[in-house]
Structures are given as C-alpha cells and as structure tokens.
C-alpha cells in the first residue's frame, strides 16, 4: 500500500474488554514497530518485529499485552482486560529492513486511538 | 538499557529565529539518529536524520550536527516560521534495531 495502515482510527471500549488493533506495514516493509503515545507524552517503544526473527516484546508493560504478525505482514496489538491507562493513541510503523541498515527510515501510521472507560 | 535525554521541554521563539534542540543518548553503539516531526493528532513524521559516520547534514532550513564522542545530537531549524510550530522527537538506534524516543520539545513560533 502506499503508507501504513491501522485499524480501528478510533475505539472506545469498557473496561475489562478485550481490544484488537491491526496494523498493515508498507508493502514489502520487513520490520514492523508498535509505539504506543499517551496525550501530550513521548513515544514508548512496545514491540519490534524484523523478518523471521523472535520479536523484540522489551516495550511490553504487562501479560496483558501481546502482538502476533502473520505472514511477515500484517500485524495485531491485542490487549486483553483493558484498564483504564491503557487508553492512549497506539502506532505503528514499518521500516524496509531494521533501523540500523544504511537507507532505512521508519515511517508511522495514523494511529489508533484507544479509549477505555 | 537505552536512555535518551531531551532538551528544552518547551521552546518559544520568534519567526525567524532559529531553534535548537539537543539530545543525549548512552548506548556507544547508537549508529542512526532520526528526528521527527509531530503535528497536533497527527502522525510523526521523519524530517532529517543522520547516521553515525557523518557529523553534519543540511536539508534546507533544517540541519542535524552530531558529537559522537560527548553522545548528542542536535536539530537547528534557521529562519522559522509558524508552520515550524509542533513536537519534535530525537531517536536513536541501539542494539537490536529497535529505535528509543525522547521525550519531545514542543516548538512553539510566534508572529
């Protein structure tokens, strides 16, 4: 596709709810990154797939969170009994190799934007 | 682990003025130094970067100088103007490929 997609734009959901949010990389793109950006705060580094390599889960904040890419492509933050912190804009984004290969910049989608209440 | 320190928090300037704003990191094997821009509910979006064998790059009004010696980067922007108004992100690249983020400058330019 021509940039990074996600999905939902926008959920509100109820506390204790499980939420599901996808993220589809630019195509071609082997390295896949979720950040997730509270209001009016920085960009917190939650997960990083490259290619077939075990994901780097660092950024994770709890069991609650967890992150599957199917096919080296599209990617799905799942958080299960969401809590009220957890609301917060997710991001994704995908870079053509890792960060450190000469040439490769990230590049962000719109976002997903999550309510919990 | 990786630690980056970003500073100001807050910048206010004139137009036409220049701005700076620096950034520290701790991981010696940094070799990728990106900065991005984010406008209010908008994505961030990259606006120069410069990789570890180069002290300096220029692209308009806009250059990054790096001190890999004393572990900073800086980001200069000459000549602003109101549309320069937004949140300013350092990052790096540490072991591992996983890019770390500091914790933003909001820029503020004022007529």
């Known amino acids: 596709g021509a940039g990074v997609s996600q999905s939902p734009s926008n959920k509100v959901t109820e506390k204790g709810k499980d939420v599901e949010l996808r993220c589809d990389p630019i195509?071609?793109?082997?390295?896949l990154y979720w950040y997730r950006q509270s209001l009016g705060q920085g960009l917190e580094f939650l997960i990083y797939?490259?290619?077939?390599?075990?994901?780097?889960k660092s950024g994770l904040p709890s069991d609650r969170f967890s992150a599957e890419r199917t096919g080296g492509s599209v990617s799905t933050l799942t958080i299960q009994r969401t809590q009220q912190e957890d609301s917060a804009v997710y991001l994704c984004?995908?870079?053509?190799?890792?960060?450190?290969?000469?040439?490769?910049?990230?590049?962000f989608g719109e976002g997903s934007w999550l309510t919990v209440v | 682990g990786e630690n980056v320190e970003q500073h100001p928090s807050t910048l206010s300037v004139q137009e036409g003025d220049s701005a700076v704003i620096k950034c520290t990191y701790s991981?010696?094997?940094?070799?990728?130094f990106p900065w991005y821009k984010q406008e209010l509910g908008k994505r961030p979006q990259l606006i120069i970067d410069?990789?570890?064998?180069?002290g300096e790059k220029k692209d308009q009004r806009i250059a990054v100088t790096l001190n890999k010696t004393a572990k900073h980067f800086s980001l200069h922007i000459t000549e602003t103007q109101p549309e320069d108004s937004a949140v300013y992100f350092c990052?790096?690249?540490?072991?591992?490929?996983?890019?770390?983020f500091g914790t933003g400058t909001q820029l503020k330019v004022e007529l």
């Open positions: 990052a790096f690249t540490g072991g591992g490929n996983k890019l770390t």
């Open positions: 410069i990789r570890s064998n180069v």
């Open positions: 991981d010696s094997a940094s070799n990728y």
């Open positions: 984004a995908s870079s053509l190799a890792g960060t450190g290969v000469a040439g490769n910049t990230i590049y």
């Open positions: 797939f490259q290619g077939n390599s075990a994901p780097d």
């Open positions: 195509s071609g793109h082997t390295a």
